[in-house]
């Protein structure tokens, strides 16, 4: 059961880590288009996305690893308890909500790429708007963790 634990432990870091990430890239693409036509400001802020993005990748990826383990893990860690089985449906409409949240990431990321291919971005206004929702998504899944409605 302390492997269990440890397991959730790394893996709420990693989802955390990612969420920062998900609520800050648009936040840059903001800034990028309040920046107007100043190359130096929007060069950095190009390279502050980019980075961010390859960050957001990473810990998506440990976090998609760790959950797969506590989905999982019980074929394989004695005592590990199992979330596979009748009442479990939360998890499907929570991974739902979990690719909705990559592809806002992705979505993201894209625009921050075509920064530098000199591709317009969105006006600071969508890009603010684009930024609240994720917050929508979490809640979802915040609450579909700890209610297990179905």
Known sequence: MQAYFWIKTFHLVFVIAFMAAVFYLPRILVNVAEAGDAPDVRAR???MGRRLYRFGHAMFGLAFVFGLVLWLGYRF???FPTMVGPGSGWMHAKLA???LLLAHFIVAGRWVKGIDAG???PSSRALR??????????????WLVLAKPF
């Open 119 to 121: 591709r317009p971005v």
């Open 45 to 47: 802020l190009a390279l």
């Open 129 to 142: 708007w684009f930024n609240e929702l994720p917050v929508l998504a979490l809640v979802g899944v915040v």
């Open 97 to 99: 909500l979990v690719v």
């Open 77 to 79: 860690i004695p005592d």
